[in-house]
């Protein structure tokens, strides 16, 4: 593993353990809440799941062959996720000013969509390195959740 590799593998795992990933299991309480509440909740596992598969590939624990299909499940489920907050319905780990400051969210979440979209083309176009090389700036997940989700 490469020096580079190993800084972003320990960036990637800091995140993690700082409590930047949702629990998995979401499914036993689901039926409590709105289908639109555990509809968003399984579109930011999905990423949180796709992340944790990346991290453990950039600290060598995992074979790197798949670096560009993770980068596309992440870009694919990040275009979804700003849609599933849509609904305005409160409820799950979404903090009320997700909807008091809109604009601001959406625009972040719009910045997230374009910035693992880029990173998943450039992983097909140019390769996995290529893709890697700014990773950090497109996964920036903590920036959001420090102001919009509850804290762990």
């Known amino acids: 593993m490469t020096r580079r590799n190993k800084f972003l593998a320990s960036i990637v795992f800091a ?23 555990a509809y968003r909740e399984a579109i ?11 991290g453990q590939i950039l600290s060598g624990a995992t074979p790197d ?10 870009a694919e489920t990040a275009s979804q996720a700003l849609k599933s907050f849509e609904a305005k ?7 009320p000013v997700v909807w008091q400051k ?9 910045d997230f969509q374009v910035k693992t979209r880029t990173a998943a083309d ?14 950090l700036d497109a996964l920036r997940c903590k920036d959001c959740h420090d102001i919009y989700r509850k804290k762990q």
């Not at 995140?15 to 509440?37: C, E, R, Y």
């Not at 319905?89 to 903090?95: D, Q």
């Open 89 to 95: 319905v409160e409820g799950g780990e979404a903090l």
């Open 102 to 110: 809109w604009d601001d969210f959406s625009a972040r979440m719009k």
């Open 65 to 74: 062959d798949q670096v560009v299909s993770h980068l596309e499940a992440i």
């Open 122 to 135: 450039t992983a097909k176009a140019q390769g996995k390195d290529a893709a890697l090389a700014n990773i």
């Open 15 to 37: 995140t993690l353990i700082s409590g930047t990933m949702a629990p998995v299991a979401f499914a036993a309480d689901a039926a409590a809440k709105p289908d639109a509440v």
């Open 44 to 54: 930011m596992n999905t990423l949180d799941v796709q992340v944790a598969a990346l």
